[in-house]
C-alpha cells in the first residue's frame, strides 16, 4: 500500500500563491513517478502536472504553463505543486498521484484525500 498526505490548500486572491506538499509513505516500489491532478466543480479530474523521482518534469497541463511549477524532495518523500498567478479558475479540489513514468506519465490507483484551493477573483 501507498499512503499520500496532502497539504497546503486554501483561500487566496486571484494573483495569489500557495504551496502544495504531498508526502508519500508504504510501499512505494514501482512508483517512479508523481503527478498533481484537479477536479473543479462540475468538470472531470485532469492531470496539472507530472515529475519523476529523479526530477524529470514529464507534464503540465496548458492551462498552468508558466504560472505552476512540480518539484520534488527525495530525502522527504514529498513532491510540490508551487501554484503562482492564481486564477479564480483554478479553484478545484486537487489531489496527490503516485504512478509510473519515463516521457509520459501514468497514474496508479494510489490517491491523497484532495486538497481545496480556492481562489477569490
Known amino acids: 500500500q501507498v499512503q499520500l498526505v496532502e497539504s497546503g490548500g486554501g483561500l487566496v486572491q486571484a494573483g495569489g500563491s500557495l504551496r502544495l506538499s504531498c508526502t508519500v509513505s508504504?510501499?512505494?516500489?514501482?512508483?517512479?513517478?508523481m503527478g498533481w491532478f484537479r477536479r473543479a466543480p462540475g468538470k472531470a479530474r485532469e492531470l496539472v502536472a507530472a515529475?519523476?523521482?529523479?526530477?524529470?518534469?514529464?507534464y503540465y497541463s496548458d492551462s498552468v504553463v508558466g504560472r505552476f511549477a512540480i518539484s520534488r524532495d527525495n530525502a522527504k518523500n514529498t513532491v510540490y505543486l508551487q501554484m503562482n498567478s492564481l486564477k479564480p479558475e483554478d479553484t478545484a479540489v486537487y489531489y496527490c498521484?503516485?504512478?509510473?513514468?519515463?516521457?509520459?506519465?501514468?497514474?496508479?490507483?494510489?490517491w491523497g484525500q484532495g486538497t481545496q484551493v480556492t481562489v477569490s477573483s
Open positions: 508504504g510501499r512505494t516500489y514501482g512508483t517512479t513517478a
Open positions: 515529475i519523476t523521482w529523479s526530477g524529470i518534469t514529464l
Open positions: 498521484n503516485a504512478g509510473q513514468g519515463s516521457t509520459s506519465y501514468s497514474p496508479y490507483n494510489y
